[in-house]
């Protein structure tokens, strides 16, 4: 079955370090994006990709940064630079003019 | 660029009844306006979505209609049923401004169906 899937589920960080959250997709779209979600808070656009090897920042990209080597792949990573990174994030994808496909999330927790 | 309202923020309804979500947007050249539905710990799904060249499209209990002189679009959910408590996301997709080509969401209405 074509889908979008992130991982891991749940991610914990430490002060100071970095993680990288992994966003893959079979579904052969063309454009992909990373959201993060705050308690009862709406959707706010981090980074975004709507071809191969090139990528723009979103509302709230500071702290963060991403690659998009291939098509099926685009992970965010959190720096350490983000000073409070708890939050829920989302990937998406999608072709042009169409709705998105989300993933199921990762929850990051800073310990 | 694209601005997304939505209301109410919150709704409660008593099973079998209707709810309606209101969004309004502000480029008018906005033509794609998808509804999502995201429970608990998941990610947001597609449930309905419409076309700005449709007044209103209807899928069993849901329908969506779109008013594209006034710039507003609503999610329609007859006959509730406690499996649609839920938060509700509206979306307006863009071509232009800082998020070219890019959905923009409106804040979510968190729906609480009592039994």
């Known amino acids: 079955d074509g889908g979008i899937t992130q991982s891991p589920k749940y991610l914990f960080r430490k002060e100071g370090q970095n993680v990288t959250l992994s966003c893959e997709q079979n579904l052969n779209h063309d454009a992909m994006y990373w959201y993060r979600q705050d308690p009862g808070q709406g959707l706010r656009l981090i980074y975004y990709?709507?071809?191969?090897?090139?990528?723009q920042k979103g509302d709230i990209a500071e702290g963060y940064s991403v690659s998009r080597e291939k098509k099926e792949s685009f992970p965010l990573t959190v720096t350490s630079a983000q000073k409070n990174p708890t939050a829920f994030y989302l990937c998406?994808?999608?072709?042009?003019?169409?709705?998105?496909?989300f993933g199921s999330g990762t929850r990051l927790t800073v310990v | 660029g694209e601005n997304v309202e939505q209301h109410p923020s919150t709704l409660s309804v008593q099973e079998g009844d209707s709810a309606v979500i209101k969004c309004t947007y502000s480029?008018?050249?906005?033509?794609?306006f998808p509804w999502y539905k995201q429970e608990l710990g998941k990610g947001p799904q597609l449930i309905i979505d419409i076309r700005s060249n449709v007044g209103e499209k209807k899928d069993q209990r849901i329908a969506v209609t779109l008013n594209k002189t006034a710039k507003h679009f609503s999610l329609h959910i007859t006959e509730t049923q406690p499996e649609d408590s839920a938060v509700y996301f509206c979306a307006a997709y863009t071509t232009g401004g800082g998020s070219q080509g890019n959905l923009i969401f409106g804040k979510g209405t968190k729906l609480s169906v009592k039994p």
């Open positions: 998406a994808s999608s072709i042009v003019d169409t709705g998105y496909t």
């Open positions: 990709s709507q071809i191969v090897n090139d990528f």
């Open positions: 480029d008018s050249a906005s033509n794609y």
